[in-house]
Structure formats: C-alpha cells, structure tokens
C-alpha cells in the first residue's frame, strides 16, 4: 500500500515558487536561444546549462512533492521519485511497536536495528492515513503492539 508523505506547508510553498521561477527560467531560456521577443543570444552553452539545471530542479521538486511511503510484503520504503531512501532497511517483522500521538498527530514506530538497538523513527503522514497504515503494518506483522498516547 502506499501513504503520501506530509510535505511541510511552508515546504510546500517554497517548492511550488520554485517550480514557477524554474519555469519562467526555461522560457526565457529558450527564447534567447531561439531570438524571441528580441532577445540576444550571447552564450548559447550557458543558455543549454540554464535550461538543463531548471529541469534537474523541476524534477527534484516533484520528487519532493510525490514522496511516499510503500508498505509491501516484507519492508516499508520511503520512495523518492524512483529511488528508495530507506534502502531497505525498515523490516516489518523487526518492528516491535506502532505508537500514534493523538495530541500530536504523529505516528512512530519502534524498529530493532540488525545490530539490535531500538529505533524510534517518525512516519510523516496525514492523520487520516494511520489506521490504513496500521492496519497494512499489522496484516504482515500481527505480532505488533499498537498504542495511542
């Protein structure tokens, strides 16, 4: 299953002013190279390298904006664009607790590292997706002591 992760709303902000201004970057960008609305083209390689690092930023910007978290079989992923930032490192079966922060509104769970030191390890989501999450946590793992503080 898969749960959006909670982008901060002033993290949120800022990326959406960042897409804009990527955008109107590329634009200009292109109509220097392509002479519009009377702009000179005096560097077209800078223009190139303008128009390359806009899109690296557009496209980190969405990964940011599309982070999620996968519950699968065995592992929970935080999914950046195509990568996993966990590596899979998060076992649900080394999972020994779910806690959910009503004054808060957080969840934590509490994981057994391989070294075996406990974790405790925040899961950014909206309130409105912790019983879903829960629940996919505890149909692999049965064994999980859930609480709410």
Not at 59 to 68: D, E, N, P, Q, Y
Not at 81 to 96: H, K, M, P, Q, V
Request: net charge positive; aromatic share 14%; hydrophobic share 50%.
């Amino acid at each position: 299953m898969k749960f959006k992760y909670k982008t901060p709303l002033l993290a949120q902000i800022v990326i959406y002013i960042l897409l804009c201004v990527q955008t109107a970057v590329i634009f200009l960008a292109i109509s220097k190279i392509f002479g519009w609305f009377t702009f000179n083209n005096n560097n077209l390689w800078l223009d190139i390298l303008e128009i390359v690092i806009s899109v690296i930023v557009i496209v980190a910007s969405i990964f940011l904006l599309t982070t999620k978290y996968i519950v699968d079989k065995e592992k929970i992923k935080v999914k950046f664009g195509f990568f996993d930032l966990t590596s899979g490192r998060f076992y649900i079966n080394r999972i020994a607790s779910i806690v959910t922060d009503s004054k808060t509104n957080k969840l934590f769970i509490n994981i057994q590292e391989k070294n075996g030191e406990p974790s405790i390890i925040e899961i950014a989501i909206y309130a409105n997706s912790f019983d879903g999450f829960i629940t996919a946590i505890t149909a692999v793992n049965p064994s999980i002591e859930t609480l709410v503080n």
